[in-house]
Nanobody, 126 residues
């Protein structure tokens, strides 16, 4: 599995950003997907997850209501839309893939994800 995250950049406080993650190498619809982030000097943390079919999503409390995870199985891609960004959202964002037989389950622990992208940097500043 190869994952390529993109869409990071410099965003003003209160602004929005849409991250994309392109999946290749296996059948995308067999994988639940997740986004994690790592801020400077901090540990990697869970952001959002989505099930294989897209019907189940889950968010960290810190982004719930501001971020939306989605996927397009026809395009082998997963997305993370972030709104009302603040400096605490500054981090390298990683997409990750979790193989599962369940169409509806999600994963939240980093150890459950077997494949990771290279990360894309999001900087929120005034």
């Amino acid at each position: 599995v190869q994952l390529q995250a993109s869409g990071g950049g410099l965003v003003q406080i209160g602004g929005s950003l849409r991250l994309s993650c392109a999946f290749s190498g296996r059948t995308f619809s067999n994988y639940a997907m997740g986004w994690f982030r790592q801020a400077p000097g901090k540990e990697r943390e869970f952001v959002a997850a989505i099930s294989r079919g897209g019907g189940t999503t889950y968010y960290a409390d810190s982004v719930n209501g501001r971020f939306t995870i989605s996927r397009d199985n026809s395009k082998n891609s997963v997305y993370l839309q972030g709104n009302s960004l603040n400096p605490d959202d500054t981090a390298v964002y990683y997409c990750a893939a979790h193989t599962t037989s369940s169409l509806h389950s999600i994963a939240r622990r980093a150890g459950d994800f077997g494949s990771w992208g290279q990360g894309t940097l999001v900087t929120v500043s005034s």
